[in-house]
């Protein structure tokens, strides 16, 4: 669970998948990437904005939980291949975290997976890593379930404004700067029926 929720583990897979989109996922491709890139720029400030205003304690704030720490390697894959401690919170770990909720795992997820959703007919499957990330968080001891829960249903709703937005935007803009891509793909997220 701990390897899971650790992006540092996962970043150059991620950033692969997003590269090879890119340059060979066509005009599909490069719409979901800076769809996903608009949707994390707008909802991480705004986490963490709501972080700070609700500043609701972590589970191992306020209790002792199991924590399962992972080992720090380079590069950070590596840690994959290296067995996890484990051990409960103490009173050093009740100032080591930020906020609670909304849990910035979650959502970042959450917008991964719903532009995936919208771009994909097979994209709904990265919803399976949400909810393995979701539940990694709270096994974890960094989030409460409503800590979880709460942030998708948040998550959820600022990614379809933030993309009804860029919707709006590429009908609005694209006629008038790009009229020839615009006849071909008159929608940035919904594709064309034929």
């Known amino acids: ?110 917008v991964i997976a719903l532009c995936f959703t919208l771009f994909y007919r097979r994209g709904w499957l990265y919803w399976i890593v949400t909810a393995a990330i979701g539940y990694g968080r709270i096994y974890l001891g960094a989030h409460w379930p409503s800590d979880v829960i709460a942030t998708f249903f948040l998550a959820t709703g600022e990614t379809l404004l933030i993309l009804a937005g860029v919707e709006w935007l590429w009908r609005r803009g694209a006629a008038k700067w790009a009229p020839a891509v615009y006849l071909r793909h008159g929608s940035l997220i919904f594709p064309q029926v034929e």
């Not at 990437?33 to 704030?61: G, M, N, W, Y």
Request: hydrophobic share 45%.
């Open 1 to 110: 669970m701990g390897a899971l929720a650790n992006v540092e583990v996962w970043r150059p897979l991620l950033i692969g998948v997003l590269i090879f989109l890119l340059v060979f996922g066509g005009f599909r491709g490069r719409a979901c990437v800076i769809s996903l890139a608009v949707c994390l720029l707008i909802t991480e400030p705004v986490t963490k904005f709501l972080k700070t205003a609700i500043d609701r304690h972590r589970p191992k704030q306020v209790q002792t939980v199991r924590l399962v720490e992972l080992r720090h390697t380079r590069p950070a894959f590596m840690t994959l291949f290296h067995r996890p401690t484990s051990r409960y919170s103490d009173a050093a770990d009740r100032t080591r975290s930020g906020p609670s909720f909304p849990s910035g795992h979650v959502t970042n997820n959450t």
